[in-house]
């Protein structure tokens, strides 16, 4: 059971930022699904085959019903987990869809469900907060209620391959500025947060930090502003401070 194929991201041409694409721009169109009747055994080879962390389980009207993934299969290979008596009075659902997960010889039976999906103009900065939150591996992508490709975490990362390298020159006003909106969106960067200039698309930071980890992450702050040349590093650790009293 597959969807139609297009050719792969790798060949394919984009001329914008990340933060302007959408699923559409990277989504994987050759889908490879499973119905729920599908047996355990046959999905598990076609999760090897097909190299991919999790199937979209589908009806036969193609719309998403699950997804069956490597973590759903690894359920069944340890031990069944003992759980307090309480547990089966307060959370019967959920103990009875754990052990149908743990037995189950069919797809329908061990797939996670429901799951979220996205639509293809869907931006990539929402799929990344959905993986982050919920941890997920594959999510399905649909139009019209029906399955028409998948986007990965493997995705996200060849999407890097399509954006372009040369990035359009800015001011030395415009860096100073993005590295102060920047900044002040980080809860972890130490108050007052450091003095930022600019020189010819040179950021120089000045100040004090906590330490060498938020010395280095400001650092690349600055060096990730598109436009930026290159940073220079006047930040003073604390830390290197204290050591070094306690070296006089």
Known sequence: MRTSQVAPISARRIDRSLDQMTVADIMTHDVTAVSPETAIHDAARLL????????PVVD???????MLSEQDLM???GPRRRRPWWQFVI???????????AVGLT???VMTHP?????PETSLESVIALFDDQGTGVVAVVSEERLVGTIDRRDLVKALLT?????ARRSDADLIAQMRERMAQEAWISRPRPAVHADHGVLALWGFVSGDAEKAA?????RSIPGCRDVEDRLISKGTIHRYHEMI
């Open 91 to 101: 959370d019967t659902d959920r103990v009875a869809r754990e052990y149908r997960q």
């Open 218 to 222: 400001l650092v690349t702050m600055a």
């Open 48 to 55: 090897i085959e097909q190299e991919v962390p999790a199937l």
């Open 107 to 109: 797809a329908g039976e």
């Open 60 to 66: 036969s009207a193609f719309r998403v019903i699950g």
């Open 163 to 167: 954006v372009p390298v040369a990035q």
């Open 115 to 119: 799951v979220t999906t996205v639509i």
């Open 75 to 77: 359920v069944r290979l």
